[in-house]
């Protein structure tokens, strides 16, 4: 099934699953299958960089689709991650707090580092 808004036609919902399955499930299955069929998750490094890995299969899918559907509008999403909505001090009030506790978690406790 597909959309027509603005008469263009876009992938539906249902392509993007399977697209999403497809890719995050093949990275898996790859990644099982070349690390020896491991039966945990606290095995070979390897298995965890492909979850990870299959983990971004929503976003590349979006982006596949988005770029099927019409160049613009990947261009436009693309655009979205790097649009700031708000000044420097918001972003720092928001990204510094999680070092400087660590910092100070870090001092408090005594850390030495080995040289």
């Known amino acids: 099934m597909t959309d027509t808004t603005a008469g263009r036609v876009r992938p539906g ?3 993007f699953v399977l697209l999403t399955v497809s890719l995050s499930w093949s990275i898996w299955i790859a990644a099982w299958l070349a690390t020896g069929r491991p039966t945990t998750f606290h095995g070979p490094g390897a298995m965890m960089a492909a979850i990870y890995a299959g983990s971004f299969g929503p ?5 596949i689709l988005s770029a099927i559907s019409c160049p613009s509008s990947l261009k436009e999403w693309l655009r979205g ?3 700031f909505r708000c000044g420097w ?4 009030a928001a990204l510094l707090p999680f ?3 660590l910092l100070l ?4 406790l005594g850390y030495a ?3």
């Open 105 to 108: 978690l870090t001092i408090a």
């Open 99 to 101: 070092p400087i506790a």
């Open 59 to 63: 976003g590349v899918a979006a982006a």
């Open 13 to 15: 919902a249902m392509a």
């Open 81 to 83: 991650f790097i649009r």
């Open 89 to 92: 001090r918001a972003y720092a």
């Open 113 to 115: 580092p080995r040289l």
